[in-house]
């Protein structure tokens, strides 16, 4: 049977700490193995976190917070320049497990989005909602909801009532999952303001997203996503349920392993390219990751991508799941949890007090055999109840 991914996980720290034990104790750093990064988890190359320029003891001491404050994170896996440095499941979750990514679910559907413009598909952005719905009338029309585009939808700038994020309870999302007809229940949504103008978060909108692929490729964002996004990148392990009608839930309820959370992230990290093919357009990772519109929650907002002025960019979900993509640092980074509404912020105040910080140089690091055992270590306790 094969090893968890945290038993491997494990068994790699052990190794490299009985390589560096054994090699000299001049203050020379050593060159850590060429055949340890041959050792992989899930298609990653693992690496000390010194050969890739981190600290160890840093990334140790964020185990231990996480363990001694008992944060309900389900799991950390930290990639740097395209290696595994990190990868723990933390108990009751499971090593290899799927894990639901809510709203991390809206950035994948983007990408999506991306693929069927550069595959002709769709026409671009500047395309109006209501001609990829050309047999259906809307209830309240007028110029506002006329003009409303495919952009307003990814940029969460429709100008319609939604009223479907926390801060009215999800209200307006039931009273759509409760509708004979999604599709039909958003176009005939009233408008608040003109389009363009104001961020107001809307799952409905991001489900439009999922209904117009669906509607554009002939086939809904699950088959899609098979042949032309996880299909490329070997992500084969998920669950994407769909509504009534058979389109995929556009703004959550999709479940994936962290370590393919990560493909994603690396994906965009790497301008769209996944070994040596380019899966989305360079310039669609640019303009998905960029600020269109100020937001809540986080400074600005992209395609369905959250934006921070720190520099780097995120998919963000219900309850704290996180795909950190941090350009400056070759970064990735990825926590699942179960956390509660006031304790959102716990995966990003690790990234920001522990993560960001470990990534010292852009060179190799002394190893550092203590820092690992102590990382190896936290591992093995985060795993057990």
């Not at 944060?71 to 090593?95: F, M, T």
């Not at 047999?135 to 409303?148: F, G, P, Y």
């Not at 070759?330 to 990234?351: G, I, K, R």
């Amino acid at each position: 049977m094969r090893k968890s991914i945290c038993s491997r996980i494990s068994s790699f720290f052990i190794l490299l700490f009985l390589i560096t034990s054994c090699t000299s104790t001049t203050n020379t750093p050593t060159a850590f193995p060429e055949t340890i990064e041959e050792v992989t988890v899930d298609g990653w190359a693992i690496s000390s976190p010194e050969k890739q320029g981190m600290d160890s003891e840093r990334l140790a001491d964020m185990l231990k917070a996480i363990h001694e404050n008992d944060h309900a994170i389900d799991g950390v896996s930290i990639l740097r320049n395209g290696y595994l440095v990190l990868d723990v499941a933390i108990y009751p979750y499971q090593s290899g497990s799927k894990h639901i990514i809510h709203s991390c679910t809206k950035s994948i559907v983007s990408a999506l989005i991306g693929i069927a413009i550069q595959q002709g598909y769709i026409e671009g952005v500047d395309q109006p909602l209501l001609t990829f719905f050309p047999e259906r009338t809307a209830a309240n029309l007028d110029q506002d909801k006329e003009s409303i585009t495919l952009e307003h939808l990814l940029s969460m700038s429709s100008g319609w009532d939604c009223r479907d994020s926390y801060l009215y309870r999800w209200e307006g999302l039931g009273e759509m999952r409760a509708s004979e007809d999604w599709v039909q229940h958003m176009l005939d949504l009233p408008m608040a303001e003109e389009p363009g103008i104001t961020f107001e978060y809307c799952n409905g909108g991001s489900f439009m997203l999922s209904a117009i692929l669906q509607e554009s490729v002939g086939m809904n964002a699950k088959a899609y996503a098979e042949e032309h996004l996880f299909g490329p990148l070997d992500i084969t392990d998920f669950e994407w349920p769909t509504n009534p009608q058979g389109i995929n839930i556009g703004w959550g309820e999709l479940r994936m392993r962290p370590l393919d959370m990560a493909k994603i992230g690396q994906l965009f990290l790497d301008e769209g390219v996944w070994e040596g093919k380019q899966i989305i357009s360079k310039e669609w990772v640019k303009e998905s990751t960029r600020e269109h519109i100020s937001a809540t929650l986080e400074d600005g907002y992209g395609y369905q991508w959250w934006t921070d002025d720190s520099g780097f960019y995120l998919a963000l979900g219900y309850a704290g799941q996180f795909i950190y993509v941090i350009p400056e640092k070759d970064m990735v980074v990825v926590f699942v949890s179960d956390l509660e509404e006031e304790d959102f912020y716990t995966p990003q105040n690790l990234l920001t007090e522990y993560v960001i910080p470990a990534a010292k140089s852009a060179s190799p690091l002394p190893e550092n055999p203590e820092g690992n055992e102590e990382m190896g270590r936290y591992v093995e306790i985060l795993k057990e109840p």
